[in-house]
């Protein structure tokens, strides 16, 4: 399971789902870097690096969570949603306000990308 909230909320405002696998896609190029959240080492799916990608198909059907939003993680969320149940990615920030606000609607080429805050920790 992985719990989300809005920067600067409490706990109690925090959602928690469950996910597949996960997609790291932060980093300089090909230096990779995996962020430290609480609780990974609990995360059952499977987990990769954007440096390790090829394609798409292990995703197929599969609900992906995306840690990081700059140009590989929009690239591999527009790819990998073609096939997934559903894509979620999760940043720090993003180009457009709108996104990572609760609620925001679903955008990508099959309208099950959705954009929430920073992940707050893995249960």
């Known amino acids: 399971s992985i719990s989300h909230c809005g920067i600067g909320e409490d706990a109690a405002s925090c959602q ?8 790291v896609c932060n980093g300089h190029y090909s230096a990779s870097y995996v962020p430290d959240i609480p609780g990974m080492k609990h995360f059952k799916g499977g987990m990769s690096h954007s440096h390790n990608y090829r394609e798409p198909e ?18 591999l969320a527009q790819e990998i949603s073609k096939v997934a149940a559903e894509v979620v990615m999760t940043a720090r920030g993003y180009l457009r ?3 990572g606000r609760p609620g925001s609607a679903p955008t990508g080429p099959a309208g099950n990308i959705y954009r929430w805050p920073t992940i707050r920790e893995v249960r």
């Open 16 to 23: 928690t789902e469950q996910f597949d696998a996960v997609a």
């Open 58 to 75: 292990p995703y197929q059907g599969r609900k992906v969570v995306i840690v990081g939003a700059s140009n590989s993680g929009e690239d």
């Open 97 to 99: 306000p709108e996104w």
